[in-house]
T-cell receptor, first 114, second 110 residues
Framework: DTGVSQDPRHKITKRGQNVTFRCDPI?????LYWYRQTLGQGPEFLTY????????KSRLLSDRFSAERPKGSFSTLEIQRTEQGDSAMYLC????????????FGQGTRLTVV | GQNIDQPTEMTATEGAIVQINCTYQ??????LFWYQQHAGEAPTFLSY????GLEEKGRFSSFLSRSKGYSYLLLKELQMKDSASYLC???????????FGTGTKLQVIP
């Protein structure tokens, strides 16, 4: 399977704990996006990487959220001191370096904060 | 910034045609995407319009009017499996950020 892969698929955590999610994009894609989606809403942009550089970060993203893409391949999204409002589906997407830029999404990580 | 509006829900009959509208306001236009998302699954790409007019792809077509800030997705010969949310999305300059609408939940009934 050469699609976008996310791990874990589901995560239940207690409020206040830290969580980390991983995304492996399609291998030739240098653009990587993180989105958050809650029930009944469209995906909400969190951050964007081009290769290893984080070029854009949503102002909605508090300083409890951090993302990395150290070698320009896989990426991690960490949420520190989780809150119940962080419960959502976290989607990763990637797109190729040039031409049409439709994003290919992974299956997402569903986070539940209890 | 980007602002995208689309209806929240629609219902249509199997075999019929349905049109899902999207209006947008963008700070710079770089095309418009449509995605399909089945419940509990990831969005999948349907179409991308950057020029005015209708683009047809099998049972699905997408239309764009840049002057009116308007797009629609047309689904023909509806099938039960077309029940899903349809997301309208617009990229910002440089494609660094794609803003999605809230999605239109389409229910296809027998």
């Amino acid at each position: 399977d050469t699609g976008v892969s996310q791990d874990p698929r589901h995560k239940i955590t207690k409020r206040g704990q830290n969580v980390t999610f991983r995304c492996d994009p399609i291998s030739e894609h240098n653009r990587l996006y993180w989105y958050r989606q809650t029930l009944g809403q469209g995906p909400e942009f969190l951050t964007y990487f081009q290769n290893e550089a984080q070029l854009e970060k949503s102002r909605l993203l508090s300083d409890r959220f951090s993302a990395e893409r150290p070698k320009g391949s896989f990426s991690t999204l960490e949420i520190q001191r989780t809150e119940q409002g962080d419960s959502a589906m976290y989607l990763c997407a990637s797109s190729p370096p040039a031409g049409r830029t439709e994003a290919f999404f992974g299956q997402g990580t569903r986070l539940t904060v209890v | 910034g980007q602002n995208i509006d689309q209806p929240t829900e629609m219902t249509a009959t199997e075999g019929a045609i349905v049109q899902i509208n999207c209006t947008y306001q963008t700070s710079g236009f770089n095309g418009l995407f449509w995605y399909q998302q089945h419940a509990g699954e990831a969005p999948t790409f349907l179409s991308y319009n950057v020029l005015d007019g209708l683009e047809e792809k099998g049972r699905f077509s997408s239309f764009l009017s840049r002057s009116k800030g308007y797009s629609y997705l047309l689904l023909k010969e509806l099938q039960m499996k077309d029940s899903a949310s349809y997301l309208c999305a617009a990229p910002s300059g440089g494609y660094q950020k794609v803003t999605f609408g809230t999605g239109t939940k389409l229910q296809v009934i027998p």
